[in-house]
């Protein structure tokens, strides 16, 4: 699959950030999926390489203004394109009074059909979209918020047909056999299925988080996992002199997780807009403070950024 960053900042744009939305598409589809739509997301789409056209699912993590108010916006200009395939949106208990509500007031019904879909904290599976399972977790957040694990539901097989060939193996049901994992009888010889089928040992996994103060509400929802995208608003020391009552995440506290659970790949976005503009609150702090404490492969998301995995799990910027 491949991830695009399409708003990397927190709470406000910058002149180099747009508010949260990240996109997640299947390698061999034009369609796509969506994780938050900030304000003005529509127009980062613009300059990316992906169109609202052939977008098939959004997800909220959370109903904070700049997750999701550029939704409507998305919503109308899709219809506006002539879009006709469905929509769903897939969010937190209570979006869809307020969504419907703004709709109809501004006299906006998108041609296509629309399907809203809430979970509760007690629902896990949300099913399975552009043949991508989709789970979720709650955060710690001052509002309900969620990660979303995407993956791939089948497990990749690759069966070795010259070799079974050379044995002597005819084509037909001796091969079904073996490549469905059990062990074939001929000819008085044993073929045994793992010397036929490359199973890889699991289909890539990605998750992505809404706001989140405590990284440990990850611990079972974690493994495995390819990519971990996760907020880090801030660095320590600001956490430390706004005390408790800030929920959102810092450098060192995410690190540290990722660290512990031997996370490979770490990217981090959300970033406050202080930490944009050079000198003494640039970026380098987050990321610096995230070297300290995490040794796998760091990623400082920017937007249009994309990373792409493949089939064999292999991560890459492209
Ligand atoms: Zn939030």
């Given at each position: 699959m491949i991830i695009e960053f399409l708003g990397t900042s927190a709470a406000c744009p910058t002149h180099y950030r747009n508010t949260s939305a990240i996109s997640v598409k299947p390698l061999d589809n034009k369609q796509w999926i969506l994780v938050d739509c900030g304000e003005g997301t529509q127009h980062q789409l613009l300059k990316s390489k992906l169109s609202a056209f052939h977008l098939d699912v959004v997800f909220l993590t959370h109903l904070h203004g700049d997750h999701w108010f550029g939704l409507p916006g998305l919503l109308s200009s899709r219809s506006l394109m002539g879009a006709t395939s469905k929509l769903t949106v897939v969010g937190p208990k209570g979006f869809t009074e307020p969504l419907q509500n703004f709709l109809k007031v501004s006299k906006c019904y998108p041609e296509y059909p629309l399907d809203f879909v809430e979970f509760d904290p007690q629902m896990q599976n949300l099913g399975t979209f552009l043949g991508i399972k989709v789970q979720r977790v709650s955060l710690d957040h001052d509002l309900?918020?969620?990660?979303?694990?995407?993956?791939?539901?089948?497990?990749?097989?690759?069966?070795?047909?010259?070799?079974?060939?050379?044995?002597?193996?005819?084509?037909?049901?001796?091969?079904?056999i073996l490549k469905s994992g059990e062990d074939l009888e001929?000819?008085?010889?044993?073929?045994?299925?793992?010397?036929?089928?490359?199973?890889?040992?699991?289909?890539?996994?990605?998750?992505?988080?809404?706001?989140?103060?405590?990284?440990?509400?990850?611990?079972?929802?974690?493994?495995?996992?390819?990519?971990?995208?996760?907020?880090?608003?801030?660095?320590?020391?600001?956490?430390?002199?706004?005390g408790p009552g800030q929920y959102h995440c810092s450098a060192e506290r995410i690190a540290t997780f990722a660290a512990k659970h031997n996370v490979p790949n770490l990217c981090l976005t959300h970033f406050s807009p202080k930490y944009q503009s050079k000198g003494q609150n640039s970026m380098n702090l987050i990321e610096d403070e995230s070297k300290k404490f995490y040794n796998g492969n760091l990623i400082i998301a920017d937007d249009y950024l994309r990373i792409q995995i493949d089939k064999n799990r292999h991560l890459s910027q492209i």
């Open positions: 309900f918020c969620s990660a979303f694990s995407f993956q791939y539901e089948e497990v990749p097989v690759n069966f070795l047909n010259d070799k079974a060939t050379s044995d002597g193996i005819p084509d037909g049901k001796c091969k079904a001929l000819g008085g010889k044993l073929f045994l299925s793992k010397d036929y089928v490359e199973r890889l040992d699991r289909s890539q996994r990605v998750i992505i988080c809404g706001d989140n103060r405590t990284p440990e509400c990850l611990i079972d929802f974690i493994s495995p996992c390819d990519l971990l995208i996760h907020e880090s608003t801030h660095v320590s020391e600001y956490l430390k002199v706004d």
